[in-house]
C-alpha cells in the first residue's frame, strides 16, 4: 500500500541497496554526516505532479479511490526512518516514472557497542498488562503489537473494531488498557471508546491518529478518552506513553 502513490503498474519495479556516503554539503536536509545503506525502489509508472509530491507523505492523502486505503502508508514510512533518523527521498515526473530511496543508517562496531541498550528502560517495562490494540490496517496492529510485546506487555490485537468490542463484551475486565485507531471502517476509535465506556468506565482508552485537532481532542475527551497519540509514531513514544497511562492512577 505504502507504493501505490506509483500510479501505474506498467513497467518494472527494481530494487537495489548500497552504501552512501552523507557529508555537511549533502542535499538531503534530514541526514546527518555519515555512512547509510540505500535502498532504492523504481518503476516505470504514470509518474506524479508537483501537486501530489507536495503532499505524499502527508497522513491521509491518498490516490486510491474512495474506500480502498487510509492514505497512512507513506507517512507511516517517513515517520519510521525518520525515528531511525534515515530519510526518504522521492523523484517522479509524469510520464517519467517514480523513485524513492530510503536512508538507513549504518551500524558501526564501536558506536552500537557503546549506545544504550536496545531494551526499552526497566522503568518504562510492563509487567504483563493486557492490552487490546484496534486498527483496520493489520501491518499497523502488527507493528504495535510487536513493539509493545517487546516491552513485557501482552497484546490482543484486532482489524475490526466489531470483534474487538465483542471480545469486551465477553469479559469487560480481560484487558487492562484499549489502544485504538481514530479513522476505520466501520466504527471511529471514538465509537470504539463510547461503547467501551458504557462496559467498564475504568477501562482506560488511548486513541491513535495522524490528524489531531482541537475539536477531536474535545470529542475524545467527552468519549472518556484518557490520552492521544500522533501517528505515526516510535517505539519510544508509544512505550513511555503506555507506560504513563497504565500508571497515571
Not at 169 to 184: G, S
Not at 217 to 242: N, Y
Request: no cysteine; aromatic share 6%.
Amino acid at each position: 500500500n505504502a507504493w501505490h502513490a506509483m500510479e501505474g503498474h506498467s513497467g518494472q519495479i527494481t530494487i537495489g541497496v548500497d552504501d552512501v556516503s552523507v557529508g555537511t554539503t549533502s542535499a538531503h536536509a534530514d541526514l546527518r554526516p555519515g555512512r547509510y545503506a540505500r535502498l532504492t525502489i523504481r518503476d516505470t509508472g504514470n509518474g506524479m505532479d508537483a501537486s501530489t509530491l507536495e503532499r505524499i507523505f502527508d497522513p491521509f492523502f491518498t490516490t486510491k479511490t474512495v474506500g480502498t486505503g487510509t492514505g497512512l502508508g507513506l507517512s507511516v514510512v517517513h515517520g519510521i526512518l525518520k525515528t531511525l533518523q534515515g530519510a526518504i527521498t522521492v523523484d517522479s515526473q509524469p510520464g517519467m516514472g517514480t523513485t524513492f530511496a530510503l536512508y538507513f543508517p549504518a551500524a558501526e562496531g564501536e558506536r552500537q557497542a557503546e549506545s544504550a541498550p536496545t531494551r526499552p528502560a526497566q522503568a518504562q517495562r510492563g509487567q504483563g498488562q493486557k492490552i487490546l490494540y484496534v486498527d483496520d490496517e493489520p501491518s499497523l496492529v502488527a507493528v504495535g503489537k510487536r513493539l509493545l510485546e517487546r516491552r513485557g506487555y501482552h497484546v490482543t490485537g484486532f482489524t475490526r473494531p466489531a470483534d474487538a468490542l465483542t471480545a469486551l463484551r465477553a469479559d469487560p475486565r480481560a484487558f487492562d488498557l484499549v489502544l485504538t485507531d481514530y479513522n476505520m471502517a466501520g466504527a471511529s476509535g471514538i465509537d470504539v471508546a463510547r461503547e467501551i465506556r458504557t462496559l467498564r468506565p475504568s477501562l482506560p482508552v488511548m486513541l491513535l491518529s495522524g490528524f489531531i485537532t482541537d475539536e477531536l481532542r474535545e470529542e475524545a475527551t467527552a468519549a472518556g478518552i484518557r490520552q492521544m497519540l500522533h501517528k505515526p509514531f516510535g517505539d519510544a513514544d508509544l512505550g513511555e506513553s503506555v507506560h504513563r497511562l497504565l500508571h497515571s492512577e
